[in-house]
């Protein structure tokens, strides 16, 4: 069996190019888009308000599982990932460890291949490392900290608000937990008509699901966390980035 890697990456853009369109079964129906939502609250009170409940978090621990599916005309793939997210709140900000093992079955004129991957993402508050396999090759790549990898609600809304205009959908419930579901809609351009929808929970802002659609490309991705354990210790170790004796790393750095 073939192994490669989809990578942990952002939070908000998983497994790229390996989406498809289609909710799976079991998902919860798409948010409705008919106003008002959140018994009538703007986009900014919602976000101030999930802003200070996210400030009162210190620690997350949760599972995290993935579904990225694409069905066009010329073949289909689909990307089940599963992991784990840890993330500590710390002077120096946040520390997070992502691990992610991935199953990629795709299926192009009649041709079906398989691939298996893993990755583990490490920030350490200054910077974040990721430890890959691709094709039987290893790569380790460094890079600067996403706020919005880290569910950070600021960055969450930021990201919103640069892929379109952010709107309200009426209330509903993940997992049991209610949620408020907000979302942008790409006005323009190659990816236009694509949604990207946050479901975050009311009473601790943790970022519980996220849906990225796109018709056109027939591609859908659902992000979801689940058996979320807050402000519980983690060990430091968890968070300490040993780099592969027989690896070199791959700066990606940006100035600061």
């Known amino acids: 069996m073939k192994r490669g890697w989809i990578p942990a990456g952002r939070f908000l853009v998983v497994a790229a190019g390996m989406a498809m369109a289609g909710a799976a079964r079991g998902e919860e129906k798409p948010a409705s888009t008919s106003p008002p939502g959140a018994g009538g609250a703007s986009v900014e009170e919602i976000e101030k308000l999930l802003v200070e409940k996210w400030g009162q978090v210190?620690?997350?621990?949760?599972?995290?599982?993935?579904?990225?599916?694409?069905?066009?005309?010329?073949g289909t793939a689909t990307t089940e990932s599963t992991g784990k997210i840890l993330l500590q709140r710390t002077d120096r900000g946040w520390l997070m460890r992502l691990e992610m093992r991935a199953d990629t079955v795709s299926n192009y004129g009649s041709k079906?291949?398989?691939?298996?991957?893993?990755?583990?993402s490490i920030s350490d508050g200054e910077y974040t490392y990721t430890d890959a396999v691709s094709n039987d090759k290893r790569r380790v790549v460094k890079t600067n900290i996403d706020p919005a990898q880290q569910l950070d609600v600021a960055a969450l809304f930021a990201a919103l608000?640069?892929?379109?205009?952010?709107?309200?959908l009426t209330d509903e419930v993940v997992d049991g937990q209610k949620v408020y579901a907000v979302a942008s809609e790409k006005p323009e351009g190659p990816e236009a008509g694509t949604e990207l929808v946050y479901y975050f929970a009311r009473d601790t802002g943790v970022l519980l699901k996220q849906v990225l659609n796109n018709p056109s490309r027939y591609t859908r991705v659902t992000t979801r966390l689940s058996n979320v354990d807050l402000n519980k210790d983690i060990a430091s170790s968890e968070f300490k980035f040993t780099p592969p004796e027989d690896q070199s790393i791959v700066d990606m750095t940006k100035p600061k």
Not at 58 to 74: F, G, H, N, T, V
Not at 161 to 168: D, F, L, P, T, Y
């Open 161 to 168: 608000r640069k892929h379109g205009n952010v709107r309200v």
């Open 58 to 74: 210190r620690s997350l621990s949760a599972k995290r599982d993935i579904l990225s599916e694409m069905r066009a005309p010329e």
């Open 112 to 120: 079906l291949s398989r691939i298996e991957s893993s990755s583990v």
